[in-house]
Nanobody, 115 residues
Framework: QVQLVESGGGLVQAGGSLTLSCAASGSTFSRNVMGWYRQGPGKQRELVATLSSEYATNYADSVKGRFIISRGSAKTVYLQMSSLKPEDTAVYYC??????????WGQGTQVTVSS
Protein backbone atom coordinates (compact mmCIF):
# COMPACT_ATOMS: atom_id res chain seq x y z
CA GLN A 1 0.00 0.00 0.00
CA VAL A 2 1.24 3.48 -0.87
CA GLN A 3 1.92 5.88 1.99
CA LEU A 4 2.78 9.58 1.84
CA VAL A 5 4.98 11.29 4.41
CA GLU A 6 5.10 15.10 4.66
CA SER A 7 7.67 17.25 6.39
CA GLY A 8 8.82 20.86 6.59
CA GLY A 9 5.96 22.57 8.38
CA GLY A 10 6.47 24.95 11.26
CA LEU A 11 6.11 28.48 12.58
CA VAL A 12 7.30 31.40 10.46
CA GLN A 13 6.87 35.17 10.51
CA ALA A 14 4.93 36.95 7.79
CA GLY A 15 7.14 37.49 4.76
CA GLY A 16 9.21 34.43 5.49
CA SER A 17 9.68 31.18 3.60
CA LEU A 18 9.21 27.45 4.11
CA THR A 19 9.61 24.40 1.90
CA LEU A 20 7.38 21.37 2.35
CA SER A 21 8.39 17.89 1.21
CA CYS A 22 6.36 14.79 0.45
CA ALA A 23 7.70 11.30 -0.28
CA ALA A 24 5.66 8.31 -1.41
CA SER A 25 6.55 4.76 -0.45
CA GLY A 26 5.29 1.60 -2.11
CA SER A 27 4.25 0.95 -5.69
CA THR A 28 2.87 3.85 -7.72
CA PHE A 29 1.75 4.14 -11.33
CA SER A 30 4.08 6.23 -13.48
CA ARG A 31 1.21 8.35 -14.81
CA ASN A 32 -0.12 10.40 -11.91
CA VAL A 33 -0.69 13.77 -10.30
CA MET A 34 0.87 14.84 -7.02
CA GLY A 35 0.01 17.99 -5.17
CA TRP A 36 -0.89 19.94 -2.09
CA TYR A 37 -4.14 20.98 -0.44
CA ARG A 38 -4.64 22.92 2.75
CA GLN A 39 -7.29 23.40 5.40
CA GLY A 40 -7.28 26.55 7.51
CA PRO A 41 -9.11 27.01 10.83
CA GLY A 42 -12.86 26.78 10.27
CA LYS A 43 -12.44 26.39 6.52
CA GLN A 44 -12.92 23.71 3.89
CA ARG A 45 -9.99 21.92 2.32
CA GLU A 46 -8.78 23.80 -0.74
CA LEU A 47 -6.38 23.29 -3.62
CA VAL A 48 -2.92 24.82 -3.30
CA ALA A 49 -1.04 23.36 -6.27
CA THR A 50 -0.73 20.18 -8.34
CA LEU A 51 1.91 18.80 -10.70
CA SER A 52 1.31 15.93 -13.09
CA SER A 53 3.81 13.34 -14.31
CA GLU A 54 3.61 15.21 -17.63
CA TYR A 55 4.67 18.37 -15.73
CA ALA A 56 1.40 20.25 -16.10
CA THR A 57 0.85 22.60 -13.14
CA ASN A 58 -2.19 24.06 -11.48
CA TYR A 59 -2.07 26.77 -8.79
CA ALA A 60 -4.68 28.43 -6.66
CA ASP A 61 -4.96 32.13 -7.48
CA SER A 62 -4.11 33.00 -3.88
CA VAL A 63 -0.63 31.46 -4.12
CA LYS A 64 0.40 32.26 -7.70
CA GLY A 65 3.73 34.04 -7.80
CA ARG A 66 4.55 33.04 -4.21
CA PHE A 67 4.51 29.23 -4.17
CA ILE A 68 6.31 26.80 -6.49
CA ILE A 69 5.53 23.10 -6.81
CA SER A 70 8.21 20.74 -8.11
CA ARG A 71 9.10 17.06 -8.34
CA GLY A 72 12.33 15.39 -7.33
CA SER A 73 11.16 12.09 -8.83
CA ALA A 74 7.93 10.29 -9.66
CA LYS A 75 7.51 9.67 -5.93
CA THR A 76 8.52 13.01 -4.40
CA VAL A 77 7.00 16.47 -4.51
CA TYR A 78 7.96 19.79 -2.93
CA LEU A 79 6.20 23.05 -2.22
CA GLN A 80 8.41 26.13 -1.96
CA MET A 81 6.52 28.87 -0.14
CA SER A 82 7.69 32.47 0.01
CA SER A 83 6.21 35.82 1.03
CA LEU A 84 4.06 33.96 3.51
CA LYS A 85 0.97 35.63 4.92
CA PRO A 86 -1.09 34.90 8.04
CA GLU A 87 -3.86 33.75 5.67
CA ASP A 88 -1.59 30.86 4.63
CA THR A 89 -1.88 29.34 8.11
CA ALA A 90 -3.32 25.85 7.66
CA VAL A 91 -2.66 22.16 7.77
CA TYR A 92 -1.08 21.24 4.45
CA TYR A 93 -1.80 17.82 2.95
CA CYS A 94 0.09 16.00 0.22
CA UNK A 95 -1.98 13.96 -2.25
CA UNK A 96 -1.30 11.36 -4.93
CA UNK A 97 -3.95 11.05 -7.62
CA UNK A 98 -4.06 8.09 -9.99
CA UNK A 99 -6.78 7.33 -12.52
CA UNK A 100 -9.60 5.03 -11.41
CA UNK A 101 -8.31 4.40 -7.90
CA UNK A 102 -8.79 6.27 -4.63
CA UNK A 103 -6.61 9.27 -3.89
CA UNK A 104 -3.83 8.76 -1.35
CA TRP A 105 -3.39 11.44 1.31
CA GLY A 106 -0.61 12.23 3.74
CA GLN A 107 -1.19 12.92 7.41
CA GLY A 108 -0.76 16.68 7.06
CA THR A 109 1.80 19.15 8.35
CA GLN A 110 1.00 22.38 10.20
CA VAL A 111 2.11 25.73 8.81
CA THR A 112 1.59 28.74 11.06
CA VAL A 113 2.38 32.27 9.87
CA SER A 114 2.52 35.00 12.51
CA SER A 115 2.10 38.71 11.86
Amino acid sequence: QVQLVESGGGLVQAGGSLTLSCAASGSTFSRNVMGWYRQGPGKQRELVATLSSEYATNYADSVKGRFIISRGSAKTVYLQMSSLKPEDTAVYYCVLKQSYIDDIWGQGTQVTVSS
